[in-house]
């Protein structure tokens, strides 16, 4: 796993996860846990906002987006697949997995899950060209799906052009 410098043998008691808030298997990921049982706080934040700016002012925040990334409170810096790593070990009932993950023959595994994830999203993004965004004025409803509520849709009515 990679470490901010000097903070290798920093013990991890708490983690900002940053996370892609547009792409559907990231929130997805993100709500699953939030119900999952911690031994290490987890904060969830969208990679890019104003907030993870803030948290983490050192970051490549553009590079945040494209790749999951954890940051622990003594500034340990965590990305790809060591960064589902270490989430996995802040969770009660899945530490042990992280465990084996970490060992050479569960870390080709991880990164095998991590590429296999971002081919998916990467899919996704293309699928209807630049894929749904929520800058682009698109809302995500669970019931529902996506829907345009941009600029003069808030009765349900929109212009197109």
């Known amino acids: 796993m990679a470490h901010a ?6 013990p991890v ?3 900002t996860v940053l996370y892609d808030a547009e ?3 990231c929130t ?6 939030l119900r999952q049982p911690r031994l290490v706080p987890l904060d969830l934040v969208p990679a ?5 700016r803030r948290r983490c002012p ?4 553009a590079a945040t987006l494209d790749e999951v990334t954890a940051v622990g409170d003594a500034g340990q810096v965590y990305r790809g697949a060591a960064a589902w790593v270490v989430v996995l070990w802040a969770l009660r009932e899945h530490r042990a997995l992280a465990h084996r993950l ?9 990164r095998g899950a991590v590429l296999a994830a ?9 699928w209807g060209g630049d894929g749904y965004r929520r800058t682009d004025g698109w809302v995500y409803e669970p019931r529902l799906g996506w829907r345009y509520a941009g600029r003069g849709c808030a009765d349900g009515t929109c212009a197109t052009d």
């Open 5 to 10: 410098r000097g903070t290798a043998g920093a």
């Open 23 to 25: 792409c559907s298997l």
């Open 48 to 52: 890019g906002s104003d907030e993870a």
């Open 118 to 126: 971002a081919k998916w999203r990467g899919g996704q993004q293309r």
């Open 13 to 15: 008691r708490r983690l």
């Open 102 to 110: 970490s060992t050479p023959t569960g870390a080709a595994l991880a």
């Open 58 to 61: 050192g970051l490549d925040h």
């Open 28 to 33: 997805h990921v993100r709500d699953w846990l």
